[in-house]
């Protein structure tokens, strides 16, 4: 899954690809570069940021997102990166196929009845507070089954709201109000994630805790860090990884799989 993000004020690439132009430039240069997911969001999610209206963020994502389908190949898959529903709704008619809700659905309840309704795939993801207070202070007894917990707890949720089994896939959310010794848990245990049976997407690209290990302050600069994590990530189950840098952790992926099937086919 590649990010692209549609906003002034991200992190790591914020006010890169807000024209349409540059948006379906890079989006190519992604696909060229092996990815299966384009990742598009108008409302930057970066601890301390602040809250995008809904009218905003259509005006931002759904050109990019028409064009994407105009001009690129249809068997892209790409998914809008919201917490409100109309946001969404309005990405979905634009040819967007799958909803990535960092909120869970916790933010607009008419999210899961929207995702019902259309039949779309659902990313869950697992967080403490909202993008502009998550970091303040964040703490676990035992993160990895907190949030396990609460991801099952979101899985009931959307299920009690009609959204199939199937259509359903969870985030552990990395850097989202964690510590870095929460955030290192995580990614030591994701085979815990993988357990609960749905498919788990992990996000670590460019964050700023791997930047804190590495003594790296550019978040561009992380790009071999994000591609360990990947590779981790694919050895212990997980089946969508949402980066930055596509090709680097395609190919650590490629190569983790390789491994990972030799191992599992193995005589001894």
Request: aromatic residues 4%; glycine residues 8%; proline residues 3%.
């Amino acid at each position: 899954m590649g990010i692209l993000n549609i906003t002034p004020d991200s992190f790591s690439d914020g006010g890169l690809f807000t024209e349409v132009e540059s948006a379906v430039k890079h989006a190519k240069k992604m696909m060229a570069a092996g990815v299966d997911i384009i990742d598009i969001g108008g409302e930057s999610t970066r601890p301390g940021s602040d809250s995008v209206a809904e009218a905003q963020q259509i005006v931002r994502v759904v050109p990019i997102i028409k064009a994407i389908r105009k001009q690129l190949s249809d068997t892209v898959l790409i998914s809008i990166d919201t917490t409100i529903s109309g946001v969404a709704n309005a990405a979905l008619k634009a040819g967007a196929n799958i909803v990535n809700d960092i909120s869970a659905g916790q933010s607009d309840a008419a999210m899961f009845k929207l995702v019902s309704k259309r039949e779309v795939p659902i990313i869950l993801m697992h967080k403490k507070g909202t993008p502009k207070t998550m970091q303040e202070n964040p703490s676990y007894e035992e993160v990895v089954s907190e949030v396990v917990e609460s991801l099952m707890t979101s899985v009931e949720e959307a299920l009690e709201a009609g959204i199939k089994k199937h259509n359903i896939a969870i985030d552990p959310g990395i850097g989202f109000g964690k510590r870095r010794e929460d955030n290192i848990n995580l990614l030591a245990h994701l085979e815990d994630i993988v357990k609960m049976g749905y498919p788990v997407l992990l996000g670590t690209s460019r964050k700023r805790f791997m930047g804190s290990l590495c003594s790296v302050s550019s978040p561009k600069s992380l790009g071999t860090a994000t591609a360990v994590t990947t590779a981790l990530g694919i050895m212990a189950g997980v089946k969508i990884f949402r980066v930055h840098d596509v090709e680097e952790n395609r190919q650590a992926a490629d190569v983790a799989w390789a491994i990972k099937q030799a191992k599992e086919h193995s005589a001894f």
